[in-house]
């Protein structure tokens, strides 16, 4: 896998996947993008409406970490306990991850480092109430339990490079594993997704997206 280091907008760090001509995060920014999507679409969205001193948290695609870096960020000062599960099949070389400026950006050089040191398959306590697992797995590959995750992150590769993601069998694995009220956020505004996603039974929103798109999507697993 060819990967060249880019920079965005906000002065971020981001890669650039050669092979499929696709970017890992917007060019706009992608500390923004994955702040407004991830963060605050997701997790703080989840934040405000339950009261879950202890949630799990799957992530599909680990990739730069992140995602996981601005949850154990948001996290570190609250009393919440997250188990955060993430699935990549094709993990960075300590080279590329370690040139990223992430670590700086955000303050948070060492949690950045252990995110990516943390050895695969095995749940490791990264601080007072972040624990990480990391699946080096594809998604068709990945076995879930019923009702386990009340908040997904759902950030693969567009549609258009990586449409075996995006199946109506993929999403549906992820369905099933959402606990009743959880939560499903991705950059992703595809009619064809939200369509895929109210026929499994989620209540689907289009959301404003962060700068440069124009929707995002979040959608909830109806209580029972």
Known sequence: MSLEIIKTSDGSDSLLNVELNETYHSTHGAIQESAHVFINAGLRYL?????????????????T?????????VL??????VQYTSVEAYPLSEEIWGALNYGSRL??????????????????QLGRNF??????ITL???????????????????????????????????TLSLHPGGIFVTYCAK???????????????????????????RAIKPEI
């Open 47 to 63: 934040l405000t409406k339950k009261n879950l001193p202890k949630f799990n948290i799957l992530e599909i695609g680990f990739g």
């Open 65 to 73: 970490g992140l995602n996981a870096a601005l949850t154990g960020q």
């Open 76 to 81: 570190q000062d609250t009393p919440h306990v």
């Open 107 to 124: 303050q948070a050089g060492e949690f950045f480092r252990k995110l990516h040191e943390a050895p695969w398959e095995t749940s490791v």
């Open 131 to 136: 624990t990480l697992l990391k699946r080096k």
């Open 140 to 174: 068709q590959q990945l076995t879930l339990a019923a009702g386990q995750h009340h908040l997904v992150y759902f950030d693969a590769f567009s549609p258009n490079k990586q449409p075996e993601m995006w199946t109506i069998e993929m999403l549906e694995k992820i």
């Open 191 to 217: 009619g064809q997704l939200k369509r895929d996603l109210k026929k499994l039974g989620l209540i689907v929103e289009s959301l404003p997206g962060p700068p440069g798109k124009m929707e995002m999507v």
